[in-house]
């Protein structure tokens, strides 16, 4: 049996932080993944250009039981660490809306980087590494039983990421690997993803497809962003519907305004005492997309001239442009969400260290955990700053 320092499990963004920072510190590092390539989420991620930090980091774009978790390692390793290293390695980027820091040429560069990072530390990287069973020792250490031979170690790190994209590889084997060793794991589901028609609003509204807007949509709880809303043909998509998505609860409405910049009411109004004869449809076709006018409203309406219209008519339109208020179907699920929520409880985590209270040694970095970040570079800090925080530790 091979003995090591630190084995990490997950050859992703966070083990692969995490295995050249204990490295650096002088640690032997195995990292072991049953995948053929390292950091595949790494990848595809922003559209094959990594949206791979952002400027503005801060506790409250995570969504995590305790609130208070993420502070820590946050702030010890900051998306301005993470913006040094990617300049010393010289891979060129630029700023997009909302301070999300892409790429100027290809994701890979971010996991050349990470893989360069690993081998100036001495890191042994293996794949295509199935884990079939992972012991406690009465010594201490763990053993672990793999498809390429067993080994020993004294720290073990899980970093085998969330339940998102099950065709890129991932697997539950953090949350099993939690609970075989007593750690609560709270219920995940799937964020930053699209979300759902009915059948009926499907009837009403997949010819929508393709349609952009401006819109502000508000969650439940209050939680609001102001982003572009895509039509899809499945559902609604876009910036704004991803973000919201991190707040909603199945069965629960979102609100979505439509002129996120106007009062509808203030506009009807001088829109009638301006054009009174004009059509309903001309009016708010001046606003907004013809066909989704049409969408929202029927003809026998459309076709009114605003003054035809009562005064409790035109603010029912109005109310509905400022919060139209939908209960959608569900989500497209893991099959194309960016993160998973939930996971590994981190009440049962060191906030410094990530180390397992009741276990000794056991380690989690990245989205395993229950931590999940806003759309905009978010999820990638963490797993970069918490990936610090383990291999500073073990
Ligand atoms: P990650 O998923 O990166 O790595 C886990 C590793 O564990 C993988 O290499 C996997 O093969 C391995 N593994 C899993 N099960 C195993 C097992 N049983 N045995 C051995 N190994 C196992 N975030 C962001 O900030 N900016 C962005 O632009 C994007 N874009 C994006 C696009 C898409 C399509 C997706 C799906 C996700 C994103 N994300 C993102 C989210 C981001 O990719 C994600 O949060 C991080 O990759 C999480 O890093 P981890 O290292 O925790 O897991």
Redesign the pocket.
């Known amino acids: 049996m091979k003995h090591q320092d630190v084995i990490i ?7 692969l932080m995490c295995a050249a920072t204990a490295g650096y510190r002088g640690k032997q590092v195995l990292v ?4 053929k390539q ?5 990848l ?3 559209g094959g250009r ?3 930090t952002n400027q503005k980091v801060e506790p409250h774009q995570f969504i995590c039981a305790n609130p208070h978790f993420v502070k820590s390692a946050l702030a010890r390793y900051k998306s301005s660490d993470f913006i040094e290293l990617v300049e010393r390695h010289g891979v060129e980027y630029h700023e997009r809306d909302h301070g999300q820091l892409f790429c100027n040429h290809s994701a890979k560069e971010i996991v050349t980087m990470l893989m360069t990072e690993c081998d100036w530390a001495s890191v042994n990287v293996q794949l295509r ?3 079939a069973k992972v012991e406690k020792l009465a010594s201490g250490q763990f053993k672990l039983t793999t498809s390429n031979g067993d080994y020993s170690c004294d720290s073990l790190v899980i ?4 339940l ?2 099950p065709k ?4 539950p ?1 953090g949350y099993q690997l939690a609970e075989q060793f007593g750690l609560k794991v709270l219920p995940t589901s799937a964020g930053l993803v699209p979300f759902t028609w009915h059948a009926e609003q499907k009837a009403q509204f997949e010819g929508l497809s393709g349609i952009a807007v401006p819109s502000t949509i508000t969650a439940e709880n209050g939680t609001q962003f102001s982003e572009a809303l895509l039509f899809t043909h499945r559902g609604l998509s876009g910036p704004a519907v991803l973000q919201i998505s991190n707040y909603w609860k199945p069965g629960q409405a979102i609100h979505i305004n439509l002129l996120p910049n106007d009062d509808a009411i203030e506009l009807m109004t001088s829109a009638l005492e301006s054009s009174p004869k004009q059509s309903l449809r001309n009016t708010l076709s001046q606003w907004l997309p013809k066909r989704l006018v049409e969408a929202l409203f029927g003809s026998a309406q459309l076709d009114k001239a605003l003054n035809q219209l009562g005064h409790g008519e035109r603010d029912a339109i109005a109310k509905q442009l400022n919060k139209w208020s939908l209960v959608m179907n569900g989500t497209e699920g893991y099959r194309t ?3 998973t929520l939930g996971g590994v409880d981190t009440n049962e985590l060191s906030s410094k260290t990530m180390e397992a209270k009741q276990v000794p040694g056991l380690f989690f ?4 955990m229950d931590v999940s ?1 806003w759309l905009g ?7 970069w700053s918490s990936g610090v925080a383990v291999g500073m530790a073990v």
């Open positions: 499990i997950g050859a992703g963004a966070a083990g072991l993944d049953n995948a390292a950091g595949r989420k790494i595809i991620s922003g990594c949206n791979f590494t199935e884990i970093a085998t990421g969330g998102s994209m890129l590889g991932a697997t084997f969400a960016e993160v970095a990245g989205e395993v970040g570079g978010f999820n990638f800090q963490w797993a």
